[in-house]
């Protein structure tokens, strides 16, 4: 497909938030990779050589401890409400080392490590299940093969089976789907990889030739990927997905493609100018109706927050809703929409949390939050396809870095 420059359309509400509300830092003074969210603190994962996970207060964003992390390179970071079967929210990382860390953030130490008893494998990224009740991670390539880990966290000795025939070559991202498959009454794994293909999964299939149930082929290096949450029907976008080149692209849950497109080309340079320079993540708010906000990225440290009309639809256009400027310098790698509403006067907003390759930790007011109208409707999606010419904007590149470590 030849790529053409897309109009981004300006919202009405449009605000620019120039200085954050708290800022931290990470003990290491290493890139922030991963942030994630617990009742009352945050954590966040540091790059190699440090590898450690920082705690900090919600209100105040001072460091309060540091985990260890993983020996070699924490890849992935979540917090998940229960894990086998006892309902408390929970701290998990997965690392290079080969193992799944629970963390017990009271004794500074893992209460759960899931490991792969002389196997063990670098992960490369990690996802629990919305029971709890089941484990997943991908591994990099060597030899032939890369491999889908999948663990009972009441059995973190061994893996309970493992799928090497989904992917061929390093599987970068995996992702439960957020509620059961009704076909099969499980919680599907989405899984993408730098062979270029994105996979839904049955978990619990012992073959691993019969695990793979829908593959995607893009084509490009996919770096990450997650579900849409409130889309059902079988035509509209329920997968997005993002390549270590900045393109940009959704999908049905039958992996069908809908919008491929290079994220950096809805420029906006009318009364202001936005240039993305590279993806930093999408977000979907579990809710009822299909939505997607995408952040974008400049290499100056500013983020801005994207929407599009239809984002079923290949040539929709893309809105541009909030700025965040000045609170970083340089690549922002990793980012947060906490929205969970504190109870505090001065914390009735919902909160956005970003990190960088500056070591910063920083705290942004977020609202207002994208308008309604702005998301899918699934009864009423027209083609709002356009076809619109734009000046090429400079194209700026960053390197990418799924190793976990600076480059």
Not at 74 to 88: E, F, Q, Y
Not at 379 to 386: K, P, V, Y
Request: glycine share 8%; charged share 25%; with cysteine.
């Amino acid at each position: 497909m030849e790529e053409r420059h897309r109009l981004l359309l300006t919202s009405p509400s449009l605000q620019e938030e120039t200085a954050p509300l708290r800022s931290s830092g990470s003990s290491s003074e290493a890139y922030i990779l991963s942030i994630t969210s617990l009742p009352s603190h945050y954590a966040a994962s540091a790059s190699a050589p440090s590898n450690v996970i920082d705690i900090f207060d919600k209100r105040t964003l001072q460091g309060l401890q540091t985990l260890p992390g993983h020996e070699i390179a924490t890849t992935s970071l979540l917090t998940v409400d229960k894990l086998g079967g006892i309902v408390n929210q929970c701290l998990v990382s997965a690392g290079k080392d080969g193992s799944v860390k629970a963390w017990d953030v009271r004794s500074n130490s893992h209460s759960i490590k899931m490991t792969n008893l002389g196997q063990s494998r670098p992960l490369l990224c990690c996802d629990i299940s919305k029971d709890g009740l089941t484990v997943a991670a991908g591994t990099d390539l060597q030899g032939d093969d890369a491999f889908i880990l999948y663990w009972d966290p009441r059995q973190p000795a061994t893996p309970l089976r493992t799928h090497s025939s989904t992917h061929s070559d390093d599987i970068t991202t995996v992702s439960f789907a957020p509620t059961r498959d009704r076909e099969n009454d499980k919680y599907l794994l989405l899984s993408g990889s730098t062979d270029g293909l994105l996979c839904t999964s049955n978990p619990d299939e012992d073959d691993e030739d019969e695990a793979p149930l829908q593959v995607g082929n893009w084509g490009c290096s996919i770096a990450q990927a997650g579900w849409i949450h409130g889309s059902s029907k079988s035509k509209l976008a329920g997968i997005w997905a993002g390549s270590d080149m900045e393109t940009f692209s959704t999908w049905t849950n039958e992996l069908e493609p809908l919008m491929n497109l290079d994220i950096r080309s809805p420029v906006l340079h009318q009364g202001r100018t936005w240039v993305t320079d590279y993806l930093v993540k999408a977000h979907s708010t579990p809710t009822s109706t299909p939505n997607l906000s995408v952040f974008a990225g400049s290499n100056e440290g500013d983020v801005a927050l994207l929407s599009n009309v239809n984002p079923s639809v290949q040539d929709a256009p893309w809105c541009l809703h909030k700025l965040w400027t000045h609170g970083h310098v340089g690549v922002v790698r990793s980012l947060l929409w906490d929205e969970e509403r504190q109870g505090l006067k001065e914390e009735q907003h919902q909160t956005l949390i970003t990190g960088g390759e500056d070591g910063k930790l920083n705290a942004w007011p977020i609202d207002p939050v994208m308008p309604e109208d702005n998301g899918q409707d699934e009864e009423a999606q027209g083609d709002t396809s356009m076809d619109v010419d734009m000046a090429s904007p400079k194209q700026k590149r960053r390197e990418l870095d799924r190793d976990g470590e600076r480059v």
